[in-house]
């Protein structure tokens, strides 16, 4: 079992920037793939990017290439997302996830932290 916690989250502006923080509990985070999606209102919830275990590979949906980037520690158990050149169509809520067999499909994670708020503003 692992659990999820996010932070980071919260109000700015655009062109703005934010980290966003996921740690997680147990001792097998280095055996998941790492992942965060985000949901805007009204919208469905969307893949945003992906760790690999070790974190040589990364994956991006396309709308945040350039923007956001996703590392993570093994050794302290976390997960970050970067998010900078923040747009208004970023806001959304933010969750992180562990345990991917498809990086990008929701469904295919296991564990699901829970969502923080970021709001960009124009």
């Known amino acids: 079992q692992v659990q999820l916690i996010a932070s980071g989250g919260g109000l700015v502006q655009a062109g703005g920037s934010l980290r966003l923080s996921c740690a997680a509990s147990g001792r097998t985070f280095s055996r998941y793939v790492m992942g965060w999606f985000r949901q805007a209102p009204g919208k469905e919830r969307e893949f945003v990017a992906a760790?690999?275990?070790?974190?040589?590979?990364?994956y991006y949906v396309d709308s945040v290439k350039g923007r956001f980037t996703i590392s993570r520690d093994n050794a302290k158990n976390t997960v970050y997302l970067q998010i900078a050149s923040l747009k208004p169509e970023d806001t959304g809520v933010y969750s992180c996830a562990a345990g991917a067999t498809y990086p990008g499909v929701a469904g295919s994670y296991d564990y699901w932290g829970q969502g923080i708020q970021v709001t960009v503003s124009s």
């Open positions: 760790i690999s275990r070790g974190g040589r590979n990364t």
